[in-house]
């Protein structure tokens, strides 16, 4: 970051954030572990199963998101410093961990891009 700052002075603009890899990567991480949003509350469409669960055509379900960032699969099995428990923002400059949408730290759908669609961590979360 050091050197953004070379580059771009000691003014935040667009152009040193972008350029911000790591600080980028903090960002996401901490929102992994610590997603704004609790978790996604919906309406079942149609009857699924859960788990070995059948859920009702119309039942309402929760997906708490800390419990899917801790479970996501891209993670779930690693060692060491990719295991979910552990704190790595490394992780998110993987090409697993800039895939895109992968997380929803804000929650998802129209309200989530009505509120958040401002927050340019937002986009690429």
């Known amino acids: 970051q050091a050197a953004v700052v070379i580059r771009h ?12 890899t790591y600080a980028d990567a903090v960002i996401k991480e901490t929102l992994r572990r610590n997603p704004v949003v609790a978790g996604l509350f919906r309406v079942a469409a149609q009857d699924f199963d859960l788990g070995g669960y059948q859920v009702p055509q119309g039942t309402p379900v929760l997906a708490p998101l800390d419990y899917v960032a801790a479970h996501d699969d891209r993670w779930v099995g690693q060692a060491d410093d990719l295991h979910p428990s552990v704190f790595n923002p490394d992780r998110m400059m993987t090409e697993e961990g800039s895939k895109p949408g992968a997380q929803m730290p804000f929650g998802h759908g129209p309200r989530c891009v009505q509120y958040c669609s401002g927050s340019s961590c937002t986009a690429r979360a």
């Open 9 to 20: 002075g000691d003014q935040l603009t667009a152009a040193a954030l972008k350029e911000m």
